[in-house]
């Protein structure tokens, strides 16, 4: 996220007109927005293929149409669908990935599958936002308009400007883009109006450094949640080292200190001070005193693709 803008632009177009369009967000250094049908596996591919050979450098998220949603248990689209989280330029909101969706009946059901199935491969900071006309989600402002019928009245402005009055963000301006000629110069103009009109009401400097606070307490969220996982993993280790030795040690029992081996230790033991630690040429001669006791063929010595011991 830009955190020294007062708005970013978001650009929404399906999946087959992302050729069409591409130039048009960069120049307007706006982030793709790319229309997916839920488990559409052909689309996707074509998608993918396109964002990974893409020549042009831009930032893109995906808005998901839940339509297919009887489909929801087809866990191969999911899986290719992660590839596309895992681009270096998805984009990300308050250091969350965004997945965007049409806030419909269907929808509840499948977002939760989804971000249950996400969550499982380590895709936790996901930001879900369902797509109104206005909506703030983790005190993030979206606006979504359609480039064919974008408002000019003053009364939509100021209800713009109690918006980012009320945030800590900037503002997310949403926009379906439908036509590549007509849709970019509307979107300028009515950018353009909207900034002199939050200009003449709000100090911009101040808001700037509201949201550059925010972006440092963002960061410092961020280094505390890679914290809780880093000793996380540290307690989960200890864990499976107290599996491995435990108190209480008997009497005859083997072990350091006051602790003892568990099974599972005295097998591996075992197995190495008995067998890996003997020098090679010792274990060659155990492999020809099998073969002359009729336990393994002679061709096992020379070959690993044949059969090796005998029945």
């Excluded at 177009?13 to 982030?31: E, G, I």
């Excluded at 993993?233 to 435990?246: A, G, V």
């Excluded at 090679?280 to 693709?305: A, C, E, P």
């Amino acid at each position: 996220m830009e955190y020294n803008k007062v708005f970013q632009y978001h650009f929404s177009v399906k999946a087959h007109d992302l050729m069409s369009f591409t130039s048009v967000v960069s120049d307007l250094s706006a982030k793709l927005v790319i229309q997916l049908n839920e488990c559409n596996e052909k689309e996707l591919e074509e998608v993918t293929r396109f964002i990974y050979s893409a020549k042009t450098t831009f930032e893109f998220w995906i808005e998901l149409n839940f339509n297919l949603a009887k489909n929801q248990e087809n866990d191969i689209w999911l899986n290719n669908f992660t590839n596309l989280l895992c681009h270096l330029n998805y984009a990300t909101l308050a250091n969350k990935k965004i997945i965007s969706y049409k806030n419909n009946e269907s929808s509840s059901q499948s977002v939760a599958y989804i971000k249950s199935y996400l969550e499982t491969q380590g895709f936790d900071n996901i930001l879900f936002i369902p797509l109104k006309n206005e909506t703030i989600i983790s005190n993030i402002p979206f606006i979504t308009f359609e480039t064919g019928n974008i408002p000019e009245g003053e009364v939509v402005k100021q209800n713009i400007i109690e918006i980012v009055k009320g945030s800590n963000y900037p503002l997310q301006l949403y926009f379906y883009l439908n036509d590549k000629n007509e849709g970019p110069e509307k979107i300028k103009a009515f950018v353009e109006k909207l900034f002199t009109k939050i200009k003449s009401v709000i100090d911009i400097v101040l808001l700037q450094k509201i949201y550059e606070q925010q972006k440092e307490l963002d960061i410092a969220l961020n280094n505390n949640k890679d914290l809780y996982s880093t000793i996380l993993t540290k307690e989960t280790y200890i864990d499976f080292l107290k599996n491995i030795i435990y108190s209480d040690q008997e009497e005859g029992q083997e072990g350091i200190g006051n602790y003892k081996y568990s099974e599972m230790v005295k097998i591996k033991k075992f197995y190495h001070f008995e067998y890996e630690i003997l020098p090679l040429w010792y274990k060659q001669i155990g492999h020809v005193l099998k073969v002359l006791m009729g336990k393994r063929t002679f061709k096992s010595l020379f070959n690993d693709n044949v059969k090796k011991y005998k029945e």
